[in-house]
């Protein structure tokens, strides 16, 4: 809402999104989420590839790709998911001291991220834990055991928030009875590898 030169209010609305014929938007709402979305994501990747070159400390290569996977997690966790696709999950502790997982999604009529951003998000989400995964076992089967934990913790962090949206986007109540999605979390804490198979 703006004021007018005679006093009064004037409502006005600002539409950075275009529309095609099909209805679908064209445009990136969010470019800041999106760009930080891939940026932390690659940037871990990159560094993870590289840092040797530029430095022979492991300590400082290891902390610098643990601060990047860091940042993605907690930026995709709590900014970019919302933005981009409406998801969102956590964790919280009831009274009884029981931890229990929250998976929310948008409403129908709710906007969000446009159809670019949603692509862009799930694509991010999906390829950078495969990445991490080919990285686990070239690590393994090349004994430079060293960088197995950094590799490790990447796809740990990677695959807990595609867990957590793949959840989301399922949505837990209407796809898995409640015995069933804690059997499942169970299973996903105690053998990740047999849930990733599954997925």
């Known amino acids: 809402m703006t004021e007018s030169l005679s006093g009064e209010i004037v409502d006005v609305s600002l539409d950075f999104v275009t529309e095609d014929r099909a209805g679908r938007t064209t445009t990136i709402r969010h470019p800041l989420a999106t760009f930080f979305h891939l940026f932390f994501r690659v940037g871990a990747i990159v560094a993870y590839l590289f840092c040797d070159w530029f ?30 696709v409406g998801l969102r999950w956590w964790n919280q502790i009831d009274e ?6 929250v998976f929310e999604a948008k409403k129908s009529g709710d906007s969000s991220g446009t159809e670019a951003e949603a692509q862009i998000f799930w694509l991010g989400l999906i390829i950078c834990p495969l990445v991490w995964t080919a990285f686990f076992f070239t690590t ?34 209407e796809k898995l009875p409640k015995s069933a999605a804690q059997y499942l979390g169970q299973q996903f804490i105690q053998k990740p590898d047999i849930i990733f198979g599954i997925l």
Request: aromatic share 14%; charged share 15%; net charge positive.
């Open 140 to 173: 393994l089967f090349s004994f430079e055991i060293k960088w197995l934990a950094l590799v490790v913790v990447g796809i740990s962090l990677q695959a807990a928030n595609l867990y957590g949206y793949l959840r989301c986007k399922a949505g837990e109540q």
């Open 55 to 84: 430095s022979r400390s492991f300590i400082l290569c290891f902390l610098l790709v643990i601060a990047l996977l860091s940042c993605d997690f907690w930026s995709v966790k709590n900014v970019t998911g919302r933005l981009l």
């Open 96 to 101: 009884d001291g029981r931890s229990q997982w």
